[in-house]
Nanobody, 124 residues
């Protein structure tokens, strides 16, 4: 079992930055690929970014490439999402997720573990 707790959400003006963090507890964090997803009101949950268990591979949705950066610390058992140049359309609840398969995370296919989410609101 892996428990995930997100933090760092909040209200920010367009053009601003936020850093989301996800703390993982449980076994073998370094075995898991990690990802960030988001869900805006009235929309389906969508993939944002993923990182392999070693951190050597990273994937991003086209909508966030060049603005968001995913990283992880396998000593502290955390994964982060640095979000720059935020836009109102980035407003959503952001979820952290974990799975043994980077493919599952990157395609949001049958991901095993999810956090409870943290709200990000970008004002125009």
């Amino acid at each position: 079992q892996v428990q995930l707790v997100e933090s760092g959400g909040g209200l920010v003006q367009a053009g601003g930055s936020l850093r989301l963090s996800c703390a993982a507890s449980g076994r073998s964090f370094s075995s898991y690929a990690m990802g960030w997803f988001r869900q805006a009101p009235g929309k389906e949950r969508e993939f944002v970014a993923a990182i392999s268990n070693s951190g050597g591979s990273r994937y991003y949705a086209d909508s966030v490439k060049g603005r968001f950066t995913i990283s992880r610390d396998n000593v502290k058992n955390t994964v982060s999402l640095r979000m720059n140049s935020l836009k109102p359309e980035d407003t959503a609840v952001y979820y952290c997720a974990a799975d043994l398969s980077i493919s599952s995370v990157a395609t949001m296919n049958r991901v095993d573990y999810w956090g409870q989410g943290t709200q990000v609101t970008v004002s125009s």
